[in-house]
């Protein structure tokens, strides 16, 4: 997983988890109820639209508010491969790792539909669409690993020998 490339969906500043998944959503369990309301508020055709593979780009402090998880786990399981933006809550960036969901801090400009190439391991971005390309701080090896692992509980389990 150390490069992913994909159309992007762009978002704006401060978008909260209660904007990714309203609290409404969150008496079930199935990843994939979550994601069939996920950021339905701020982009009603998002969820019928985004496909395996997109990435979204958004301004700055995206996933701020709750430490819910099921926030970068409801943008997952609708097919985000990526998220970019200016920068993150730090909570959500976390919980966004735990699960295997990349999260890379950079400011680049982008409209929807263009087409994002990451090198997460090399720290570079760029939007084929336009030619902008932007570096960012690469990933760790460590990071990498609980990343292509598909989070850190099976990261954790493969490491352990389970």
Not at 4 to 22: A, M, S
Not at 32 to 39: E, S
Request: net charge negative.
């Amino acid at each position: 997983m150390d490069e992913i490339k994909g159309k992007t969906w762009t978002f704006g500043e401060n978008i909260d988890t209660d904007i990714i998944i309203p609290g409404r959503y969150l008496r079930t369990f199935n990843p994939q109820d979550l994601a069939d309301h996920v950021l339905e508020g701020e982009r009603p055709d998002f969820t019928q639209n985004v496909q395996k593979g997109d990435i979204i780009v958004a301004d700055e402090n995206f996933g701020c508010g709750s430490s819910r998880e099921q926030a970068p786990v409801a943008i997952k399981t609708a097919g985000v491969d990526a998220i970019v933006a200016k920068s993150f809550a730090r909570i959500f960036y976390r919980n966004a790792i735990n699960i295997g969901l990349p999260v890379i801090v950079c400011d680049i400009e982008a409209k929807d539909g263009d087409i994002l190439k990451i090198d997460l391991a090399e720290g570079t971005l760029i939007n084929e669409t336009t030619g902008v390309e932007k570096t960012f701080e690469p990933f760790k090896d460590f990071m990498l690993d609980i990343l292509n692992d598909e989070g850190l509980v099976k990261h954790y389990l493969k490491e352990k020998g389970d």
